[in-house]
């Protein structure tokens, strides 16, 4: 059972375009984070969440907490070639797990 | 500061061989979380170790085993290797046990079972 879903798989955008990267679940989280993941290293904690309809800017990216603390959005404006990578969402139910998601495969164009 | 660093950063096993993967934590975090990732999914969550006990544990058989030492770093022990195993294995390391603080990630052992 995959208990965090995101949407789309995978996304291919020119240099400059905004887009919105989604992560859902029929689950409740106490917190969510999202991280970015580049080919051969390991997933780079981005921000983390915990307030239910919680909002947090960080530069270009735009990170939101639904208000039942079950699904949260990513939007990056103008997209640049070093946004490329995996995002990953992670949600965790209690202390004790932590969650991913499906991931989110970006590849901004120059 | 010190990252989290892992070893090897490739291997090649034989389905049926052990393997035993290692990991140095952060500098200053006591806790060390063990995650599988296979090609095009999202980490899964295998066991977490804080002060040298296992403190939560993944849908992982008992051929997944661990070990934390008093220095904090970690083994992640996989016997009767299967060619599901195949996989890049990530190892997290944070400050106090759970997930209420951040993970730092380690870049990875890829390895392949054959």
């Known amino acids: 059972t995959q208990l965090l879903e995101q949407s789309p798989q995978f996304l291919s955008i020119q240099e400059g375009e905004n887009l919105t990267v989604y992560c859902n679940s029929s689950?409740?989280?106490?917190?969510l984070q999202w991280y970015r993941q580049e080919p051969g290293e390991g997933p780079v904690l981005l921000v983390t969440?915990?307030?239910?309809?919680e909002v947090k800017k960080l530069k270009r990216l735009t990170f939101q907490f639904g208000d039942a603390r079950k699904d949260s959005s990513l939007h990056i404006t103008a997209a640049q070639p070093g946004d490329t990578g995996l995002y990953l969402c992670a949600g965790a139910p209690g202390a004790n797990n932590l969650f991913f998601g499906t991931g989110t495969r970006l590849t901004v164009i120059p | 500061e010190t990252g989290v660093t892992q070893s090897p950063t490739h291997l090649i096993k034989t389905r049926g061989q052990q393997v035993t993967l290692r990991c140095s934590s952060q500098s200053g975090h006591n806790t060390v979380s063990w995650y599988q990732q296979a090609l095009g999914q999202g980490p899964q969550f295998i066991f977490q170790?804080?002060?040298?006990?296992?403190?939560g544990r993944g849908n992982f058989p008992p051929r997944f085993s661990g070990l934390q030492f008093p220095n904090y770093s970690s083994e992640l022990n996989v016997n009767a290797l299967e060619l599901d195993d195949s996989a890049l294995y990530l190892c997290a390391s944070s400050l106090g046990q759970g997930f209420t603080s951040p993970l730092h990630f380690g870049n990875g052992t890829r390895l392949t079972v054959t």
């Open positions: 170790y804080y002060r040298e006990e296992e403190n």
């Open positions: 969440v915990v307030t239910g309809g």
């Open positions: 689950s409740v989280f106490s917190s």
